[in-house]
């Protein structure tokens, strides 16, 4: 999987290219190696950075998104990327999380790189790849902000629910490159909102769009989903943030659900360089 990609990736210490040896990833310069783990994937971030989801966190998502709640939205983005970008183009996954959208486009045949921050996302991507048979899609621990890949590297960059880095999305993507930035749209879980709180507001637009990519179309992915299950509905709500900055009394309306209905809205910006 990952000697499938070292044209793109880079040392994230010295710069210099890459190449796999016994197991590990080397720079080409000889002084670097990052030892590939278990499931597939590789750390290569540098000093101090967070460690991203935890290993509950990514089990929860890994869930409830193999359920297909979100299938919809995914076809919304698949569609978008054949649309552009023919099979065979190499695509970033920034901020991949358990890789569940990557996957699905690496096995549509694109190549396919991940980043995320938390290792217990990259090594579920990684993981999951190699029970599919996917050779064309690597994951690797890294920040969205900082990607050890080269300059004008990737003929896309996907960004689902995760921060917007439009400088270092501009300087990864070739001339013509795309952008596919998926978040939240106005209704975007209201039912679910509405389950938590006496008043709900509309979600508020995303104040992080790129400016230096050029604006090409907005897509919509809006359909309704019932999650069955105390766990699905617990899992759903810790994919939210939400989850961080609600009370333990208003937690405790969910905690006595069985079912519950909600909105699904996103909204799907697509850019060119």
Not at 35 to 47: C, H, M, P, Q, R
Not at 152 to 175: S, W
């Amino acid at each position: 999987m990952l000697n499938n990609l070292t044209d793109i990736l880079v040392c994230p210490v010295c710069k210099n290219g890459v190449r796999i040896e016994e197991k590990a990833l080397c720079c080409l310069g000889g002084k670097h190696k990052f030892d590939v783990a278990k499931e597939g994937y590789v750390n290569l971030a540098t000093g101090h950075m967070p460690g991203g989801d935890s290993k509950e966190a990514i089990a929860a998502r890994t869930s409830f998104l193999g359920k297909g709640y979100y299938a919809p939205a995914a076809e919304v983005l698949e569609r978008a990327v054949r649309d552009y970008l023919p099979n065979g183009s190499a695509l970033i996954d920034a901020g991949c999380g358990q890789g569940w959208y990557s996957n699905r486009m690496a096995g549509q045949g694109y190549r396919m790189l991940g980043f995320d921050l938390s290792k217990f996302g990259c090594a579920r991507a990684a993981k999951d790849a190699s029970l599919q048979g996917l050779d064309n899609a690597a994951y690797a621990v890294a920040s969205v902000y900082t990607m050890p890949v080269s300059d004008a590297c990737a003929d896309g960059v996907l960004n689902i629910f995760a921060p917007c880095a439009g400088q270092e999305y501009a300087r990864v993507l070739r001339d013509g490159g795309y952008l596919f930035l998926l978040g939240a749209g106005k209704q975007h879980l209201m039912g679910l909102k509405r389950a938590l709180y006496e008043t709900t507001y509309e979600n508020a637009e995303r104040a992080d769009l790129p400016t230096a990519m050029t604006p090409v179309e907005t897509r919509r992915a809006t359909f309704e989903i019932t999650v069955e299950g105390q766990d699905d509905i617990a899992a759903l709500f810790s994919m939210t943030p939400y989850y961080w900055r609600t009370s333990e009394a208003d937690k405790a309306k969910l905690q006595a659900l069985d079912t519950l209905t909600t909105e699904v809205d996103m909204l799907l910006y697509i850019y060119r360089k």
